[in-house]
Structure formats: structure tokens, C-alpha cells
């Protein structure tokens, strides 16, 4: 019996005997090429993507913006830093999609199921959803805090006299 589905598998739970012995197993399980995905499943699943590989971009870029001068090579580095995370934000947002599509709606796995179990006919959020919607909250906020910094005045550090020349000048060699 299957009772929770995701963008990409569902979980099910396998019933083992061994004489009076019983054992339940839990496990992942890809859904089969006669499950009909429509566009708004496909559209969560590649908003899903998009959202793993620019929260790991977006990861790399912040861990290791100090080694690769990121501030010198973008005027401004905060708003891009604050535009990308709203997009991050809504692209995770947009994953929930996947509430309105054939999953939700026409989940042909639930008549597959033993009749004596009785399951909701509506998708419920369930732990990856609630993540989901933590994760937008997130993103959302730390856009708005790396906005914010943009508007604060950024100080300019006067060169000193004599800083900007080299040590050893050419004549010197």
C-alpha cells in the first residue's frame, strides 16, 4: 500500500509473514511509465531542479565569494545576491504545483490499493511540502535582508597616499 506520494516516487509500505510473524517494510519507489504525468507535475518537478541547483550554486558562490573577489566583479553585489534568492523563492514556491496536477487529482496508484483501507480522495501537505514551504519562507527573507543591505550605505575606503604605487619601481630593476 502506498500513502505518501512526491515528485518523483512514493512511499510504500510491504507487509513480510513467516508463520506468525510479521514484518512491514518501508520503501521509495519510482512511479511507473503508465502513470500519466500532465504539465503542471512536469512544471514542479522541474522547478524542483532548478531550486536544488541554484540553492548549491547560490551555496558555492556566498561560501567562496571572498576567495574569487565576487564584490570587485559585480557593481552591486547585494541585489544580485537579493534577485536571485527571490527567484529561488519563487521557483520553490511554484514546486507546490504539483497539488494541483494528475497526482492530487486523478492518482490512478490509489485504486490500486487493498479495498480494506480507506485514504483521503485530496492531497494533505506532508513533511516534503512543509519543507517546501519553510524553505520559500527562507529564501524569501534572506532576499529581502540581502535587498536591505544594498540600501545601506556602503563606505568607500580612501586609497592612502603612496598605496597604489608598486614597491619596486622600473627603474629600480
Known sequence: MADHFGLWGYGQWVRATSGETVWWYEGCIRYADSVVIDSKWKAARAFHVIVGIGGLLFF?????????????KVGRPH????????????????????????LC???VLLGQLMNDILFND?????????CFISATV???????????????K??????????DEPLINEDQI
Open 105 to 107: 487529482k486523478s492518482n
Open 122 to 130: 485530496q492531497c494533505e501537505l506532508s513533511t516534503g511540502a512543509n
Open 60 to 72: 558555492f558562490l556566498s561560501a567562496f565569494s571572498a576567495c574569487i573577489g565576487f564584490n570587485e
Open 154 to 163: 556602503s563606505e568607500v575606503v580612501e586609497k592612502e597616499d603612496g598605496l
Open 138 to 152: 527562507f529564501w524569501f527573507a534572506a532576499a529581502l535582508c540581502s535587498l536591505k543591505a544594498s540600501r545601506s
Open 79 to 102: 541585489v544580485f545576491v537579493g534577485v536571485c534568492l527571490l527567484l529561488l523563492s519563487l521557483f520553490s514556491g511554484l514546486t507546490l504545483l504539483i497539488l494541483d496536477s494528475n
